[in-house]
């Protein structure tokens, strides 16, 4: 939940974010039914604030016609007045300036849009590497790129306010690459790398004050000639309100307490500055608010957003409920559900009917006649250990000729989600599983999730299967898929399979291992997983070889307090070699099971591409490495993957080095989409960027994504089990764009969910110290990575206390020399130059507008930076 700084609104009351406070008579932010506020000269005139949407029919024909353009929403976290759509030929992002210009659109949105004249286009100064030309893209890290992680246990830092980068992962064991990935996502606008707003050697000592491009129609044409221009355009209708129109925030009284609208409205100040302030009835306030409002000052409300007229500044909405105190756990997180249009509601009966009535539930016997009985082979789990929905299951049977039988063994889910059942329709609108730090928020109802899906040990279990005969090496002999029994004879946890990788010759004690099945031994289990270890580094290796990219970051895990649920501390999580051989098999299955299903429907495959990186971003990401004189190839995935891994030494120095730029690669990146194959006539656009595959899906987590389910019933059909799903080619791709939808909401909450429990934890636990890396510099403000936990902050020079602060360009590279307050009066004042790359201590620090923490910088020598042999416990926990 993001909580704007107030002290910088300073903003007259009723003037909308993104507008001028000079808008004359709709600057007083009149409701639209309030005639009695508009002066003299404006009686009988109606104000138009808005633009009237075009018609239907004008924006099918402009659209066909090219001369209207259609796009997803993104409107900046932290300049709210900007906005942005994907440009349809790939290059730079196409801009909307304001307010007025978004016309009542939300971030999200499927919206139309109409550009501007040329004259009136954005100015981007070439000079300047201040590139806030691209939106914000706040799930966009595909979880290829990312390693596997505990559910709901990494975090990043946590800060909403429209003035701090923020840098947010998580770990939702939710992958791409089919088993649990911890996500990087940047809740970031694509930002400058090497940043200046000044000319070349220009210095600047002042405060930091933000300096916006304004968009430029009289310049001096030798000017403009060193300037390039970013499309300009205003939005002219709304396609699809994707925006829940829900949002978290405070009540306030309005300003003027003798007009007709104090006796009618409140105004709800949201806690997300892209939406916009709502006047809600007062009736629908506390009955005390009017006679007692600071008494709600810290209170937390939920309000959604009824209408929004042309004549009005402001929306008209009804207060949906209050949540509690802000920076509290419980408050924060319905907040962060409801924004997101999550569905947290318990299940209804008419879902619950749907499920097994006679408990406990056994096989029938006629399914025993229709599936390959697995039960006495060796099979287990591996998961985290706090895992109660168990998706997967794997087994490793050697072969006389010292091949292998190996099988990846999946919950066949979708025979308990009849489709067309109401439990079908929930699952299918709910579309995925969200994981939060303390909780999960289920697709389906838990007695599916925890009992009759779940891959639990020792009971019998429905499954779906792959199953292959393999080389040591990995190459495939041959391939089975098809509807199985099985029988887990034991659920390891990843420190579990990551002890017996690590004692290949020693017996692990059983007293250290969960119980195992009768039927087999400590030791065939754990011959079992060094197999599948070994084979999984082959196929890790040949994936690598064959131009596969992987931008691994740091991490957190937390640990909770069972009686308060807080965050009791943090750590880096640690990707192994356990997570690695699971993931293997994942991605195996799922390529697996793409190519059966393209083979067999190629109109009617669900499939999942990744495209290509953006190209403006791409660009920009090249000049600076090139700046700084990094020697990375940007030319394919595996290309990048090579620079990243090669490039770099083993000290702590250069592994900082490459946590930043691994960071930085993350941000061209984009997202990977569920699709019909018949809806793309080009084969290559099927294509997965990260995995450099030319087809892929998912088929792996039924339990928790329900495009895994629609892909079991598509295999099941394929292997003649049933007739294909009544789903033809474009309700087929209208449910993948509702589970990218979503997924990214899902991805969005998690992040603030991490987000807020890290806040808290600096507020519970700080200040924090770390080392840090210098990610940007700007001529007022640094971007740092904070090493030891991994988030993402800037710091500003007006906030620390410096004599003064110059910026300057060395050749390429920007610099800002800091001259620091001495501490006492002998002293001479010290110097600091802050250089990309370079090493800096900092100070998390929880700030009084909960749930909010800021970076501060500690002086030069307050502690000594930790040199490249130092052992951090922190970071080698």
């Known amino acids: 939940m993001s909580h704007p700084d107030y002290r910088l609104n300073l903003r007259p009351l009723g003037t909308p974010r993104g507008v001028s406070s000079v808008v004359g008579p709709h600057g007083i932010g009149a409701s639209p039914n309030d005639k009695k506020l508009k002066n003299k ?36 976290p932290k300049k709210f007045h900007e906005a942005f759509i994907p440009s349809p030929e790939g290059d730079r992002d196409i801009f909307i300036d304001g307010v007025v210009a978004r016309n009542r659109a939300l971030n999200g949105d499927l919206v139309v849009v109409e550009l501007l004249p040329e004259e009136q286009w954005k100015v981007i100064k070439p000079e300047s590497n201040d590139k806030e030309t691209e939106a914000a893209y706040e799930s966009d890290i595909p979880e290829e790129f990312c390693t596997r992680q505990l559910p709901s246990q990494s975090l990043k830092g ?8 923020i840098e947010a992962q998580f770990g939702d064991d939710d992958s791409e690459d089919g088993h649990g990935n911890a996500e990087n996502v940047l809740a970031d606008d694509v930002k400058k790398l090497s940043v200046c707003v000044q000319e070349k050697g220009e210095e600047n000592t002042g405060s930091a004050v933000t300096k916006e491009e304004s968009i430029s129609t009289s310049q001096d044409t030798r000017v403009l000639a060193e300037k390039s221009l970013q499309k300009s355009a205003k939005v002219v209708y709304i396609l699809e309100k994707k925006h829940p129109r829900a949002a978290t925030g405070f009540l306030k009284l309005l300003a003027d307490k003798n007009s007709e609208l104090f006796r009618k409205y409140a105004l709800f100040s949201p806690s997300d500055h892209r939406v916009p302030r709502i006047y809600v009835p007062l009736k629908d306030c506390p009955q005390d ?13 939920i309000c959604r957003i009824v209408d929004w007229k042309e004549d009005s500044n402001f929306a008209l909405g009804q207060l949906a409920k209050s949540l509690g105190q802000a920076g509290e756990i419980e408050p924060e997180t319905e907040g962060i559900l409801t924004e997101y249009g999550v569905d947290f509601s318990d299940f209804s009966s008419e879902v619950l009917e749907c499920l097994p009535q006679g408990l406990p539930w056994t096989i029938p016997p006629e399914e025993f006649n229709r599936r390959k009985d697995l039960r006495k082979d060796c099979i287990f789990t591996i998961d985290p250990s706090t895992a109660r929905d168990l998706d997967d299951a794997l087994s490793c049977k050697p072969l006389t000729d010292g091949n292998f039988e190996v099988g990846v063994h999946i919950a066949d889910v979708s025979y308990f989600v009849p489709e067309g059942s109401e439990l079908d329709k929930v699952a299918a609108e709910r579309a995925t599983s969200v994981y939060l730090v303390q909780k999960v928020v289920p697709m389906l109802p838990r007695l599916l999730c925890e009992e009759l899906c779940s891959l639990n040990p020792m009971t019998d279990k429905l499954t779906f299967s792959v199953i292959w005969t393999l080389t040591p090496k990995g190459k495939i002999l041959s391939e089975w898929f098809g509807r199985t029994i099985i029988h887990s004879c034991t659920k390891l946890s990843y420190e579990h399979a990551q002890s017996m990788i690590e004692s290949p010759t020693k017996t692990i004690p059983a007293k250290e291992l969960p119980p195992i099945s009768p039927e087999h031994t400590n030791e065939e289990v754990h011959q079992a997983i060094l197999n599948l270890h070994s084979i999984a580094k082959e196929l890790r290796q040949q994936r690598f070889v064959e131009g596969a990219l992987r931008l691994d970051q740091l991490k957190l895990a937390f640990t909770l307090d069972h009686e308060t649920g ?14 690695k051989l699971v993931e293997e098999f994942m991605l195996l299955a799922n390529m697996a099971v793409a190519h059966k299903l393209h083979h067999t429907f190629p109109e009617r495959a669900l499939l999942r591409r990744h495209p290509p990186p953006q190209s403006k971003m791409l660009q920009d990401l090249v000049e600076f490495c090139n700046q700084m004189g990094l020697p990375v190839d940007f030319s394919s995935a595996g290309a990048l993957n090579k620079s990243l891994t090669e490039t770099f030494g083993d000290d702590k120095y250069s592994l900082a080095r490459k946590e930043v730029l691994t960071n930085m690669c993350s941000r061209p990146m984009q997202m990977a989409l569920y699709f019909c194959s018949g809806v793309l006539q080009d084969p290559t656009l099927f294509r997965h960027y990260a995995l450099n595959v030319p087809l892929y899906t998912h088929f792996t987590s039924p339990i928790r994504r329900f495009a895994d389910i629609l892909v079991h019933r598509l295999l099941a059909a394929a292997l003649g089990y049933r007739e294909l799903p009544d789903l033809d080619t474009d309700a087929l791709q ?6 990218n939808d979503r997924r990214m909401a899902s991805k969005r909450v998690q992040e603030l969910s991490t987000g807020l429990f890290f806040a808290i934890l600096v ?31 800037r710091i500003y020079c007006n906030a620390l206390p410096l004599q003064s602060y110059h910026f300057q360009k060395v050749g390429k590279k920007p610099e800002l020399t800091l001259i620091w307050e001495p501490e006492h009066e002998e002293q001479e004042p010290a110097h600091q130059v802050i250089t990309i790359f370079g090493l800096v201590e900092v100070e998390l620090r929880a700030e009084a507008a909960a749930p909010r923490y800021s970076a501060v910088l500690q002086r030069p ?12 416990p922190d970071l080698q926990d």
């Open 41 to 76: 000269s404006m009686r009988g005139k109606k104000k138009t604030v808005f633009e009237t949407y075009m018609s239907r029919e004008d924006v099918s024909e402009g659209l066909k016609r090219g001369t209207l353009i259609q796009g997803v929403l993104r409107i900046n």
């Open 158 to 165: 946590y800060d909403g306010s429209p003035d701090v980068i």
């Open 763 to 793: 507020k519970e636990c700080g200040p924090l110290e770390s080392e840090a890396m210098v990610m940007g510099v700007l001529s007022q403000a640094f971007d740092v990575l904070v090493l030891r936990y991994g988030v993402q902050k």
């Open 861 to 872: 020598g307050a502690k000594g930076p930790l040199g490249p042999e130092d052992k951090d």
């Open 566 to 579: 807080l965050p009791q501390g943090c750590h880096i999580y640690e990707y192994r070699d356990s997570n």
């Open 734 to 739: 209208k449910q993948a764009d509702h589970c």
């Open 289 to 301: 608010f009017v006679t007692r409002p600071k008494d709600y000052t810290n209170t937390l409300f």
